[in-house]
T-cell receptor, first 113, second 111 residues
Framework: DAGVIQSPRHEVTEMGQEVTLRCKPISGHNSLFWYRQTMMRGLELLIYFNNNVPIDDSGMPEDRFSAKMPNASFSTLKIQPSEPRDSAVYFC???????????FGQGTRLTVV | GENVEQHPSTLSVQEGDSAVIKCTYSDSASNYFPWYKQELGKRPQLIIDIRSNVGEKKDQRIAVTLNKTAKHFSLHITETQPEDSAVYFCAADRGRRALTFGSGTRLQVQP
């Protein structure tokens, strides 16, 4: 298996633009997570899906952030409009169940200027 | 929700010495406690994990201990090597919920 695949690896965008991050989880994994990593706040859970259904989105910063999982093999995280404070590395991770090993993708480094 | 505190934030040891990183958690329902290693510019990767029905687990130079009564768990690395230099994260779940991560410990092993 190729592991969790994220795209793009790097994204530079101007403030106010829409940004869409993409994730393909490992086949057979029922749980999918989006995390954001910054120096100041560490690894923060944004949203957790189980069997394509959002279970916990309490970490989503505000209405500018939205996430979808239309099927078991694809998820998106959208920021609209983007702001400089959204600059971070965004990781997608998947696991067979919430309380088992989470496999991380390579991350998307987002820079909003 | 779950709160995970991790100490120290930075740790510098001489090659061959031991390193210990400690974490505490708040939710007594947590039963899965993994440790992740993240090298510079790379993704976090699992190095060892422990469940609440076990007090200690060892894998070569790495060991993890869990005290459920006190709600704390620790990572022990013996005979440290320069390639152990990285950021280490502890984490805890709450039942079948997503992992909450500690703030990370930057370990530097001096040759």
């Amino acid at each position: 298996d190729a592991g969790v695949i994220q795209s793009p690896r790097h994204e530079v965008t101007e403030m106010g633009q829409e940004v869409t991050l993409r994730c393909k989880p490992i086949s057979g994994h029922n749980s999918l997570f989006w995390y954001r990593q910054t120096m100041m706040r560490g690894l923060e859970l944004l949203i957790y899906f189980n069997n394509n259904v959002p279970i916990d989105d309490s970490g989503m910063p505000e209405d500018r952030f939205s996430a979808k999982m239309p099927n078991a093999s694809f998820s998106t995280l959208k920021i609209q409009p983007s702001e400089p404070r959204d600059s971070a590395v965004y990781f997608c991770a998947s696991s067979r169940a919430a309380n088992t090993e989470a496999f991380f993708g390579q991350g998307t480094r987002l820079t909003v200027v | 929700g779950e709160n995970v505190e991790q100490h120290p934030s930075t740790l510098s040891v001489q090659e061959g010495d031991s390193a210990v990183i400690k974490c505490t958690y708040s939710d007594s329902a947590s039963n899965y406690f993994p440790w992740y290693k993240q090298e510079l510019g790379k993704r976090p990767q699992l190095i060892i994990d422990i469940r609440s029905n076990v007090g200690e687990k060892k894998d070569q130079r790495i060991a993890v201990t869990l005290n459920k009564t006190a709600k704390h768990f620790s990572l022990h690395i013996t005979e440290t090597q320069p390639e152990d230099s990285a950021v280490y994260f502890c984490a805890a779940d709450r039942g079948r919920r997503a992992l909450t991560f500690g703030s990370g410990t930057r370990l530097q092993v001096q040759p």
